[in-house]
């Protein structure tokens, strides 16, 4: 039998079809009966407005800032409606970026009393490995460019057997832009100024005798040690703010540790491998 014959023959059934599909079309077209509110603060209205200026290099006219504030609403509505859709779930870009947030959350310090001199004393003992002065070095050099293959190594080896005769350093080698002297430096700053091999032999020489030829970026060298300075702990009052900034560090670190492991405590957690097996944080 056709519907519509059947529902002409039952006007109790025709009463019940259209209402539900009276039913059917609000929650299609109207939504939740159940409307939710969207505050919109000066200051969200202000920053957009902001924006618009620092872009557009002029304040918005009337009719520009109703846009910004139509905007505002639809952002915010759509927004909204992909959180209740859970379309966060699916896209790894915004999981990554709610993972990142989260991270600083945890990272974020609450606030912490100020440790006593004592405590901050006791902290700087327990750690003095990373309050310590390298080691420097100073030293001379003389320089020889490598403008003819092969001439350069030997024009050192002669060099360095003038010197051990008493030949002036002044008077050896090519110009070189840093001059023959080189103040105290640690390993990092050599490394930087004259590369790892010149640097490494420096620091590994045990004499005051001239040394070499090595190797710069910049062509050959022989050197002379003329001071050392061994690696030294650092006096507390001399460190006193890097301490006190690492015993934040820590305690953030710490803080963030306990957050982390309160969090994981509350999941049971499957690896669904070959050997299933089930752990729990906590």
Known sequence: MHIGNYLTRSPILVFLFAGALLFIGNAIFVGNSER????????????????FEQRYGRPPEESERADIRRKIVEDEVLFREALR?????????????????????????????????????????????????????????????????GLADERALDAISGLEQGDDYKSVGDPFVLGQAIPSGSRRQIEEQFGTEIAGELFA???????????????????KVQQRTELQIQ??????????????????????????????????????????ATDTFD
């Open 235 to 276: 006096p507390f009052e001399d460190v006193r703010d890097k301490v006190l900034a690492q015993w934040y560090r820590v305690k953030s670190n710490e803080n963030r540790h306990l957050a982390l492991e309160r969090l994981l405590g509350g999941y049971d957690v499957v690896f669904a491998d070959d050997k299933p």
């Open 205 to 223: 020489i045990e004499d005051r005798q001239w040394h070499g030829p090595f190797r710069s970026p910049f062509g050959v060298h022989i050197v």
């Open 36 to 51: 939710e509110s969207i505050i919109v603060s000066p200051h969200d209205i202000a920053s957009r407005e902001l924006h």
């Open 85 to 149: 859709l859970n379309l966060q779930l699916n896209d790894e870009v915004v999981r990554r970026r709610l993972i990142s947030i989260m991270n600083y959350v945890l990272d974020e310090t609450p606030d912490q009393d100020s440790p006593s001199d004592q405590q901050l004393h006791s902290f700087w003992q327990s750690r003095s490995n990373d309050f310590t002065a390298p080691e420097r070095v100073s030293f001379l050099h003389a320089f020889f460019a490598e403008s003819d293959a």
